[in-house]
């Protein structure tokens, strides 16, 4: 449990949440801004695993994914509360 | 909300300060955001690090009563006292240098001070009964990064094998050859072991091994 939430944590306070937040930021279309959450997420596993995907665990790779994904929508939906391009 | 009663068109306390901050901004220019907002985020950031760094010392982890124990084992091995004064301090070896997993390291810890509150290892008995449990733990954690924190000091590539005693040369080569890692073989290498360790660490290896 608690190494979970702390995978979470990690995520969100490294690239996954942070630069997916700032991507999201960058586009209106909600699917686009999932995919760079995604995207985002799957190379900072690969980053970590010294790009040798054979060393990523497939729970935090998970994990970097959603939290991505979500960083990234969160980043779509305040473009477009705070934004009128 | 009550005091809203009165007043159907206003919208409460809450509401006002969402809108107000989601509204384009009539008095303060796009520069003077960016910077105010770029110099708050320095000094959160910057803040949130220092904080992080203050409990990443030596001194933070054996202010608990809890962590006296191995400290007193620890002074007492290599790693505290030797005869080239290098050290390697507590989060040397228990917390990662990789941004995220030591974010993982420390909210992990937060059950420690849980455990420090309630007094789960605060004599030497209990701590004696909670260390296999413990030790376990730490061992899964090194054997799944390949003793990545021991890494962070020590590598098999920069050791002069002609120099080490033989039985460690030898054990080096070996471990080399058959993928080994460092906490395979030195458990115990900062303080004292439980009685049936051995057995304990050779569950937790296969295990590992089975579910690569």
Known sequence: ?85 | MANNSSNEKRPGFIRRIWNGFWSPSGVLSLGFLLIAGFLGGVMAWGGFHWALEETNTEQFCTSCHSMTKNWDEYTETIHYNNHSGVRATCPDCHVPHEWQYKVKAKIMASKDLYHEIIGTIDTDEKYEDHRLKMATSVWTKMKTTDSRECRNCHSFEYMDFTIQETRAAADHQKALDEGKTCIDCHQGIAHGLPADYLEQYKLIAEGIEAAK
């Open chain 1, 1 to 85: 449990m608690l190494d979970i939430l702390g995978t979470i944590a990690g995520n969100i306070l490294s690239l996954p949440g942070i630069f997916g937040l700032a991507l999201g930021m960058m586009t209106r279309n909600l699917l686009l801004a999932a995919i760079f959450g995604a995207v985002i997420g799957v190379i900072e596993t690969y980053i970590f695993a010294g790009f040798d995907f054979s060393q990523a665990e497939p729970l935090e790779l998970t994990i970097a994914i959603c939290v991505g994904v979500v960083a990234g929508c969160v980043g779509r939906a305040i473009r477009v509360r705070g934004a009128t391009v």
